[in-house]
Nanobody
Framework: QVQLVESGGGLVQPGGSLRLSCAAP????????MGWYRQAPGKQRELVAA???????NYADSVKGRFTISRDNAKNTVYLQMNSLKPEDTAVYYC???????????????WGQGTQVTVSS
């Protein structure tokens, strides 16, 4: 079992910045695609940004130019730098990783526990 560990959420004023991190510790053979999703109250979970093992990125239109996804393959960690935050960015943010462990040799999808981001004055 792989436990993704998220950190970096919190309360920030409009226009502020936050950086989220998500690590996949443990006996990992490979981490393929990684991404960040968010879910606001009463809404469906939506993709925010994704990054391939080769570094190719994809963003939701609502965050383009403000958010940057990156990864450190040596640390099996994905980051989300969020700038120019708006109240509508308020949500629980979840990371997702496609992980293959040494134990199974099979790629599976894992989710983080979620971290709250609140943008409010």
């Amino acid at each position: 079992q792989v436990q993704l560990v998220e950190s970096g959420g919190g309360l920030v004023q409009p226009g502020g910045s936050l950086r989220l991190s998500c690590a996949a510790p443990g006996n990992i053979l490979r981490v393929n695609g990684m991404g960040w999703y968010r879910q606001a109250p009463g809404k469906q979970r939506e993709l925010v940004a994704a990054i391939t093992i080769g570094g190719r990125t994809n963003y939701a239109d609502s965050v383009k130019g403000r958010f940057t996804i990156s990864r450190d393959n040596a640390k099996n960690t994905v980051y989300l730098q969020m700038n120019s935050l708006k109240p509508e960015d308020t949500a629980v943010y979840y990371c997702r990783s496609e992980v293959t462990t040494w134990a199974t040799g099979v790629q599976r999808q894992y989710w983080g526990q979620g971290t709250q981001v609140t943008v409010s004055s």
